[in-house]
């Protein structure tokens, strides 16, 4: 009898990511208002369809005049006329000054502006004492972007300030990637719902929580969530069901190579193809990912099966659904990045296996601090709660002491700028 588990692929960490990424391409493109895409992912690149702002305008408040006639000073000028920012023109007659406001456009006949402060002002009259280059306090027309320039590339995601430069430049809908719809399936006979008092040997469902806020906070649309126990049949249609409605399904539990671990067997089964059934990365190592190929005209659906356990679970979450969701979603840059940081504490290496250490990460005279968490159990849920982010270490027996530099990759940045003792 051949051992259930052979012929299981294990492959590098990082070539994991890759392939998760390569497999899965940007879903279709939908309009929406700009008021509603906040946070969306743009699905072309914009151009500006023309100059941002078209005229020339006051930087500040002052007195609007022409450099020619700055001669001879110090000396008087009427005030002949007032310029708003407003609709209308306003015409400079020479030897005079025009009041002007910020953002107000440049009267014709005027090239430059005094602030108001380095004049003196009375009964309608401007005494200036010193003369100022020609277009000084000016914003010149285009400031912002010439037409044609390109304001938002394609795979960008639209933070608010790029919603007000393109509604700068009169766009009132945008094209964006369409968000990826995931279903979540929990697996395990321990499980139960959260407000259920667990017996003796439970625990409750926490993973899927976790699971679909960080999902949600990914910019993914979780679409359907279930718990399901540890029986062939009800898991086997739980996933074909999901598989019908999902860009991306993620399972967690059933991940390993126990005789009620079903997940991947009923996976296959159903036609899914993994790119690799287990990760060489601890202690993330049973998490899958896969797809099934989809009918013509249609996009495949991708499955991330992930471990039971709670901080392994979490560490999957980040490392491989995450750039699944972001490839999905059309960004441009889907692989995690990673910083340099200090060590404060010490970690050793796995062999044979990259080594993701959650860790408190914070900002210290410019360089970014990581300080391992005490407690490392993949069963935990309060690793995962209690850091910001993963020490990332290769493979190897190498211990790495208080100093040393070492790769972090920071899943959230909330209290990175705060210090380390202040956090509850």
Known sequence: MTPRGSGRSTIPFDAAQRRIVESCAPLATERVALRDAAGRIAGVTLNAREDLVPFARSAMDGFAMCAADLSGLPREFPVRARAYAELGSVEHAPQTATAIATGAPIPRGADTVLPIEDVETSDGVVRILQAIAVGSNIFPPGED?????????????????ALGLLASDGCAE??????????????????????????????????????????????????????????????????????????????????????????????????????????ALRPAKPTAFGRRAAAVGAAPVHVAVLPGNPSSAFIALQEFVRPALFALGGRRDPLPSTHPARLDGRIRAKPNSAYACYAQIRLCEGCLVARPLDN????????????DGFILAPPGTETFASGATVRVDVFDWTYVGQPITSRS
Do not use: H, M, W
């Open 145 to 161: 972007a010439r037409a044609g320039d390109v304001l938002i590339e394609l795979g960008t995601v639209l933070r608010p300030s």
């Open 174 to 279: 945008v094209e964006v990637y369409r968000k990826p719809r995931v279903v979540v399936v929990c697996t395990g006979d321990e499980l139960v719902p959260i407000d259920a008092p667990p017996a003796y040997g439970q625990i409750r469902n926490s993973n899927a929580f976790v699971t679909t806020a960080a999902i949600e906070a990914l910019g993914a649309r979780v679409v359907a969530a279930s718990l399901i126990a540890d029986e062939r049949a009800a898991l086997r249609l739980a996933l074909a069901d999901a598989l019908e409605s999902a860009d991306l399904v993620v399972t967690t539990g059933g991940a390993s190579v126990g005789e009620r671990d079903f997940v991947k067997p009923l996976l296959k089964e159903l036609g899914v193809e993994f790119l690799f059934d287990t990760v």
């Open 376 to 387: 490392q159990c993949s069963a935990l849920t309060r690793s995962a709660s209690e850091a």
